[in-house]
């Protein structure tokens, strides 16, 4: 099933409907809207959206940036599934995607997300993905690192 996961180039027929999807309502606290998010990349053009399909339909959004940062790595800026389509594996085939993508730019050596503490979902996502707590914080958030093997 996880295999009808894609993760779509963000364009003019789908930017709209990645504009529709919604968290769960106790996830609301944590996400800023896929609307800003999009904004924002047309603002920073190293930010690279996309849609994430579910067997042709957009169901997510993940947004990643493409320059170094913070911690020497690259970081997730975005990952979200429609709450109707949560809990399936969708987000972890996404990211898992999206990761392969990210582990591919120059000098990737790190990758890096970060997210309220209290953001359960976030925290058992990133866990099952290999990534780890080094006691990175900033701000309201903390940063958990995933190391690339070269």
């Not at 993508?101 to 953001?119: C, F, R, S, T, W």
Request: proline share 3%.
């Amino acid at each position: 099933m996880t295999n009808q996961v894609e993760l779509v180039e963000l364009h003019a027929q789908n930017w709209y409907e990645c504009c529709e999807l919604e968290v769960s309502e106790e996830q609301k606290q944590y996400m800023v809207s896929n609307a800003v998010s999009i904004a924002q990349s047309k603002f920073e053009p190293t930010l690279k959206p996309y849609a994430i399909a579910f067997s042709g339909k957009v169901v997510g959004f993940v947004m990643y940036n493409t320059v170094l940062e913070e911690l020497d790595g690259y970081w997730i800026y975005r990952i979200m599934v429609d709450k109707q389509h949560q809990c399936q594996g969708i987000g972890k085939a996404a990211a898992t995607r999206m990761i392969a993508q990210m582990a591919a730019l120059p000098d990737a050596k790190k990758i890096a997300v970060g997210y309220h503490p209290e953001n359960e979902s976030a925290h058992r996502l990133y866990a099952s993905l290999g990534f780890r707590d080094e006691g990175n914080r900033f701000g309201k958030e903390m940063a958990v690192i995933l190391s690339i093997n070269e």
